[in-house]
């Protein structure tokens, strides 16, 4: 991961996910071991935002593999009150979004996979291929 990227770029980032998204209240960049590296937020703690996020992405991926049910895409959380997602960014960083209970999870579904693709950019992160494309199919590989 890139130690060069602005903070601002990434907040910009989350705020226009949040703009095209309804339902989207807060949002935290960090990596896959739970250290913040940026945050659109206003009344969650980030760092402990964070944390938490890793120790979601941990559970999640342990609970896929123990079923077998393949490589884990993303965890939902939801509650009486809306959603906590985790998104992984490749292997090194994740996405997490605060919705309410209007979360619109179809505009979410089709709006993240652009927003993570622009974060890893911005993050110097590669992203593996998308499913179903083989690896004949990507350049280079």
Do not use: N, W
Not at 95 to 123: K, N, Y
């Amino acid at each position: 991961m890139s130690s060069q990227v602005s903070s601002a770029s990434l907040v910009a980032e989350l705020k226009s996910l949040r703009e095209r998204v309804m339902g989207i209240s807060e949002s935290v960049i960090s990596t896959t071991d739970g250290l913040l590296v940026a945050a659109d937020t206003a009344t969650v703690h980030p760092e402990s935002a964070a944390a938490l996020t890793a120790a979601m992405l941990g559970l999640g991926t342990r609970t896929a593999a123990e079923f077998g049910v393949g490589e884990l895409r993303d965890v939902v959380t939801r509650c009486s009150g809306g959603y906590v997602l985790v998104l992984a960014i490749g292997r090194q960083a994740l996405l997490m979004i605060l919705g309410d209970e209007g979360l619109d999870l179809t505009a979410l579904h089709r709006e993240s996979p652009a927003a993570v693709r622009r974060l890893a950019d911005l993050l110097g992160i590669e992203l593996p291929p998308s499913p179903g494309v083989s690896s004949r199919s990507v350049p280079g590989a």
